[in-house]
Nanobody, 118 residues
Framework: QVQLVESGGGLVQPGGSLRLSCTAS????????MGWYRQAPGKQRELVAD???????NYADSVKGRFTISRDNAKNTVYLQMNSLKPEDKAVYYC????????????WGQGTQVTVSS
């Protein structure tokens, strides 16, 4: 079984920064795409950013230029550096990984709350 453990959420003022981390553990052969999604109250879960095993990145238009996704393949970890945070970035952020073990499927983290408020 594969587990994803997230950390780094919290409360920050507008304009501030946070860094989220997500580490995958278990009998992992390979991790393909790693990404971050978010879900605000009353809204659908949406893609924030993802990164391929080769390092290609994809961002939602709303976070381009403010957020940076990266990964450390040796540590099975994905990061999301969030700068210039806005109140509308408030949401629960979920890590997602496309993992190959004996089979291949997606896994979700438990979610971490990000609140942007003065």
């Amino acid at each position: 079984q594969v587990q994803l453990v997230e950390s780094g959420g919290g409360l920050v003022q507008p304009g501030g920064s946070l860094r989220l981390s997500c580490t995958a553990s278990g009998r992992i052969f390979r991790i393909h795409v790693m990404g971050w999604y978010r879900q605000a109250p009353g809204k659908q879960r949406e893609l924030v950013a993802d990164i391929s095993s080769g390092g290609s990145t994809n961002y939602a238009d709303s976070v381009k230029g403010r957020f940076t996704i990266s990964r450390d393949n040796a540590k099975n970890t994905v990061y999301l550096q969030m700068n210039s945070l806005k109140p509308e970035d408030k949401a629960v952020y979920y890590c997602y990984c496309d993992v190959e073990t004996l089979t291949r499927r997606g896994y979700w983290g438990q979610g971490t709350q990000v609140t942007v408020s003065s």
